[in-house]
């Protein structure tokens, strides 16, 4: 309880980590807050069955809050989003000239702190990926502020973990995602860091995770 931990990912794809967790805390109990900016939910849960856990019947039963990035991010763009009086869309930075993240921050707390989520054991956040933020043109500070009162609202107020992903590049030329990915690094209680082969592919090992 009030870890925060870092999923960061080389050279190879670390979203099997996001899958192990999203599995473990629903099997454990746990509230999730679950914002997806990569995949769409039909991919999360048809992974999320093999491993034995059904995203559907736990949206349903009030466990699970799925925000699901691809969509919203459409809706936004061409308009489709109707948003409801005193609840503006997570994403409504995309049309707005600031890169503020407060309505995210706002998504998250409000999810996890929800009459009903006393039923559940401790809140979780798990983001996949934030590197996608930065793309959709988020600023880093705004990023590494988001995470920040993520932090503070999870891991000290409410006692809860949260769980990033975020990729990185030994030679990449995108400072911003570096310097978040290296500001993350100094905050994070746990680094799973996965990495692929550099010395080539192999039929039976992909890489590591250290």
Do not use: M
């Amino acid at each position: 309880q009030g870890k925060f931990t870092l999923l960061r990912d080389t050279r190879t794809d670390g979203s099997f980590l996001v899958h192990h967790f999203l599995s473990f805390y629903l099997r454990a109990g746990c509230k999730v807050c679950f914002v997806a900016l990569l995949q769409s939910f039909s991919h999360y849960n048809i992974v999320a069955q093999k491993l034995g856990v059904n995203l559907t019947a736990a949206k349903e039963r009030g466990q699970l809050v799925f925000l699901e990035g691809l969509k919203s991010c459409l809706d936004l763009v061409f308009g489709e989003e109707e948003e409801q009086p005193g609840q503006p869309s997570p994403l409504r930075f995309l049309s707005e000239s600031t890169s503020d993240l407060r309505a995210l921050f706002d998504f998250v707390r409000v999810s996890l702190t929800a009459p009903d989520s006393d039923a559940w054991k401790g809140p979780v956040l798990l983001v996949d990926d934030l590197s996608v933020l930065l793309s959709l043109g988020a600023t880093p500070v705004a990023v590494l502020d988001f995470i920040h009162y993520c932090r503070v609202c999870l891991c000290s107020q409410l006692q809860g973990n949260v769980v990033v992903l975020v990729h990185s590049s030994e030679d990449s030329e995108d400072e911003e995602n570096e310097l978040v990915v290296n500001s993350l690094c100094h905050h994070s209680d746990l680094i799973l860091w996965a990495e692929g082969l550099t010395t080539g592919f192999c039929k039976d090992v992909h890489g590591q995770v250290r």
